[in-house]
């Protein structure tokens, strides 16, 4: 078998596919939920904390050193925690969204699900072949 027939048949299964769908839905599904934290969600917690966003959040380690000039000769180092902060937050946000959906999903799978058939009593000749095959078990018959 040919590396491309190998490879086109690995290309075309379902799971594959199925993946490759996945990921684009998942590109797409992330830019959304962005929008949501960094359009809605951000600016009514900056409206309660006073901050535009966490990202401009940061202690300094070590202030620039500026020259003689003015000019910085050294840049300052920062610990950027505001950073860290938004991505939990994008993160708890995006877990959260997943989770109500999935919920939702098993929901409608559930009620799709056919009811399972209700145990049917034999007819009475099923009846009476058990007795007989029953009859013909017991020892001395």
């Known amino acids: ?18 993946l490759a769908v996945g990921v684009v839905i998942g590109g ?33 380690l070590r202030p620039a050193a500026l020259g003689a000039d003015g000019k910085e000769t050294m840049p300052a180092v920062l610990l950027n925690y505001g950073a ?13 969204v997943i989770f109500l959906v999935i919920k939702a999903i098993n929901r409608v799978r559930r009620q799709e699900q056919p ?3 209700a145990t049917v009593e034999p007819s009475d ?12 078990k017991k020892p001395g018959a």
């Not at 917690?45 to 990202?55: E, H, P, Q, R, T």
């Not at 000749?125 to 013909?136: G, M, N, Y």
């Open 1 to 18: 078998m040919s590396i491309l027939s190998e490879f086109k048949e690995f290309a075309l299964r379902g799971n594959v596919i199925d």
């Open 28 to 60: 797409a599904f992330g830019k959304i939920v962005t929008s949501m934290v960094n359009d809605l969600i951000m600016p009514s917690v900056s409206y309660l904390i006073g901050s535009a966003d966490f990202k401009s959040l940061s202690a300094v």
């Open 84 to 96: 860290f902060i938004q991505t939990i937050v994008d993160f708890t946000i995006i877990a959260l």
């Open 115 to 117: 009811e399972a058939p």
């Open 125 to 136: 000749e099923v009846k009476l072949l058990t007795e007989i095959r029953d009859a013909l």
